[in-house]
């Protein structure tokens, strides 16, 4: 069994900032990939983030140059969101695999509110 744990989300003016914690816990070695995924009222989940290894990375072009994700170790993931906007308000979900191919394990999900 594998758990993904969130926190950090919450009630953001524009222009603010909030930083995305995920810690994954239970049986296994390490993740091989982890990210964040974000999805607002009505519209489809979307990819915000993911880090690959230790520090390959991609962005989705929505949030280049706000937001960062890295991680402390093979399971523990953030993601420092900069420069926030009202778009950027979501549910978002922290996402981790352990091989290449293999399951997706999903957190519950930390609300992200952006508005003034």
């Known amino acids: 069994q594998v758990q993904l744990v969130e926190s950090g989300g919450g009630l953001v003016q524009p222009g603010g900032s909030l930083r995305l914690s995920c810690a994954a816990s239970?049986?296994?070695?390490?993740?091989?990939?982890m990210g964040w995924y974000r999805q607002a009222p009505g519209k489809q989940r979307e990819l915000v983030a993911l880090?690959?290894?230790?520090?390959?990375t991609d962005y989705a072009d929505s949030v280049k140059g706000r937001f960062t994700i890295s991680r402390d170790n093979q399971n523990t993931v953030h993601l420092q969101m900069n420069i926030l906007k009202p778009e950027d308000t979501a549910v978002y979900f922290c996402?981790?695999?352990?091989?290449?191919?293999?399951?997706?394990?999903w957190g519950q999900g930390t609300q992200v509110t952006v508005s003034s």
């Open positions: 880090i690959t290894g230790i520090s390959s």
């Open positions: 239970g049986t296994f070695f390490s993740m091989y990939r």
């Open positions: 996402n981790a695999v352990q091989t290449p191919g293999g399951r997706d394990y």
